[in-house]
């Protein structure tokens, strides 16, 4: 797995597959669209993650930038985001994106919520 080391401030890092992945998603969205990742209250273990296509970069986001592809995330997000890995993986159970979350304490099976 190849992960985009540039600096952020948040150490919020994108693969080369999610990025690939993300540019494929905007070709048939209108011009300028970004990925918006945010957590949100729910799912099994407390928090989920949220996927999002969104035109406008929103005050407080931090973007990302990744070989061409944009991710937003917004300001509420960002500490419980803190040094994760957004990846894109295609495997038996399907495709989809995944977080790898060093602040997580436990995840569900699907990898979509998490628990502080």
Avoid: H
């Avoid at 150490?11 to 669209?33: D, F, K, N, W, Y």
């Avoid at 995330?73 to 890995?85: F, K, N, P, Q, V």
């Avoid at 894109?88 to 436990?106: E, H, K, W, Y």
């Amino acid at each position: 797995m190849s992960i985009d080391t540039e600096a952020n401030p948040r150490g919020i890092a994108v693969t080369e597959q999610a990025a690939t992945r993300i540019l494929s998603v905007m070709q048939t969205e209108a011009p300028g669209s970004m990925l918006r990742v945010s957590v949100a209250g729910g799912g099994c273990s407390g928090f989920q993650y949220i996927f999002d296509v969104d035109r406008e970069k929103a005050p407080g986001d931090i973007v990302i930038e990744r070989d061409g592809a944009t991710v937003l995330i917004d300001e509420a997000s960002l500490d419980l985001l803190e040094g994760c890995t957004i990846d894109f993986v295609d495997d038996l159970v399907g495709q989809s994106f995944r977080i790898t979350n060093p602040n997580a304490t436990s995840s569900c099976g699907c990898g979509t919520s998490f628990a502080l």
